[in-house]
């Protein structure tokens, strides 16, 4: 299963980190883990791209983590589609992905 988890500071999405393989098939031909790795690395590079944010990144197999360390109107939109896209997702596939969303102070 994959497991993302949007950190939010106040109202705001800074932080993703996406890890574990959703299972739905072998590598190469799992449709959930293709549509979840195409919105994570949509939303980071819309982050660095559209929104101009200098975006902290960290890649290894089965595992992605980004933050920004500020937002503007733009990554909150990035931000929050990525979040509602997934959960999307995980209404279709519950035993492949789980988005959690965790409030830090």
């Not at 995980?90 to 789980?98: A, C, D, F, G, I």
């Amino acid at each position: 299963m994959t497991t993302v988890t949007f950190t939010f500071f106040g109202d705001h999405i800074l932080k993703v980190r996406a890890s574990g393989h959703s299972g739905f098939a072998e590598e190469g031909s799992d449709i959930v883990c293709a549509a979840i790795s195409a919105l994570v690395q949509a939303a980071e590079l819309g982050l660095e791209k559209a929104a101009r944010l200098n975006v902290k990144s960290t890649t290894r197999d089965g595992f992605k983590e980004f933050s920004v360390s500020e937002h503007n109107e733009r990554s909150d939109a990035i931000l929050e589609t990525l979040r509602i896209s997934l959960k999307e997702i995980e209404k279709q596939y519950p035993r492949h992905l789980k988005t959690e969303d965790r409030k830090n102070v």
